[in-house]
């Protein structure tokens, strides 16, 4: 029989599982993922290893009221050869699908979006622009969460239009 509870002491969260209801047998783990103490300390790990928000190339505000950003990083990670090249003059169409795009929750990963929009001015036979847009928090130096959205990947698509 495994048992599983959760407390809080302190600013750290323990995790307990029993495998049998014997209380002497009770392993008593610090649980990292709950803990602020934490997640503010690997906060400024990150900042400290240079990783903090002065890699942005803009940041545009989406129709459900979301601030989403685009990393030097990631558009490097898009346009690379191996990745879309074929993006790269397309920068102000994935502000566009960023701004007035629909998007899907992922089933499996509720934290990731696919914005979709659709253009007649692309190239080939794609329709749409797509863009991942991964919703994170992390934790300020004052303990507050804050939103850290922003996008992962994008691509060409074509979609068959509905008649």
Not at 121 to 137: C, S
Request: aromatic fraction near 14%.
């Amino acid at each position: 029989m495994l048992v599983s509870s959760a407390f809080i002491e302190g600013n750290v969260s323990f995790r307990t599982k029993l495998r049998t209801p014997d209380a002497e047998r009770a392993a008593f783990l610090p649980d990292p993922y709950y803990s602020k103490q934490f997640l503010h300390d690997q906060n400024c790990r990150r900042k400290a290893n240079g990783m903090d928000n002065s890699g942005k190339r803009w940041t545009v505000q989406d129709r459900y009221g979301n601030f989403i950003y685009l990393t030097q990083e990631r558009w490097e990670h898009i346009i690379d050869e191996t990745g879309h090249p074929e993006l790269e003059p397309y920068e102000e169409w994935l502000k566009t699908t960023i701004k007035e795009g629909r998007r899907k929750q992922e089933p499996l990963n509720l934290r990731k979006h696919r914005y979709y929009h659709l253009f007649d001015d692309l190239p080939d036979d794609v329709n749409h622009l797509v863009a991942i847009v991964l919703f994170t928090f992390d934790i300020d130096a004052n303990g507050q969460s804050m939103t850290k959205n922003f996008i992962a990947t994008a691509f060409f698509k074509h979609f068959r239009l509905k008649v």
